[in-house]
């Protein structure tokens, strides 16, 4: 049986409609990709609170998780990823990354100029209609 991920990601968007994406980098799994920030659910963790330390731990700011957006599986041939997303804020911080290549704040309207993971892709769609 394939391994099975349970991911989730921000959708963390500022004062200018602009939304915080971030580049996977060369050594991690899916290098290049765009992807919303976030990671694996632990054992015992809600989704939200899965968010909050994940970009804690990876993006060094505090965040408040707001309405749930998608909620996909991909297969991606050697794993299949569940990946929901949700609405979020910064409260604190201003976010670095430690673990990507590369981030941007994009305009919502822009969104689909980035090669997102396929996983990402259809929230990406909805943030766009």
Not at 40 to 58: F, M, V, Y
Not at 63 to 88: N, P, Q, W
């Amino acid at each position: 049986m394939k391994k099975q991920v349970h991911v989730v990601g921000a959708i963390i968007e500022n004062e200018k409609q602009e939304i915080y994406c971030a580049q996977r980098s060369p050594q991690m799994s899916l290098p290049n990709y765009w992807e919303f920030p976030g990671g694996k659910i632990e054992k015992d963790e809600t989704p939200q609170e899965a968010l909050k330390r994940e970009i804690s731990e990876e993006f060094t700011c505090e965040i408040v998780v707001g309405e749930k957006v998608e909620d996909t599986t991909y297969d991606y041939g050697s794993f299949i990823v569940r990946l929901e997303t949700y609405m979020a804020e910064i409260v604190s911080g201003t976010p670095i990354a430690i673990e990507h290549s590369d981030t941007k704040w994009v305009k919502r309207s822009s969104l689909s100029e980035l090669n997102f993971a396929p996983a990402d892709i259809p929230a990406v769609e909805k943030l766009l209609k």
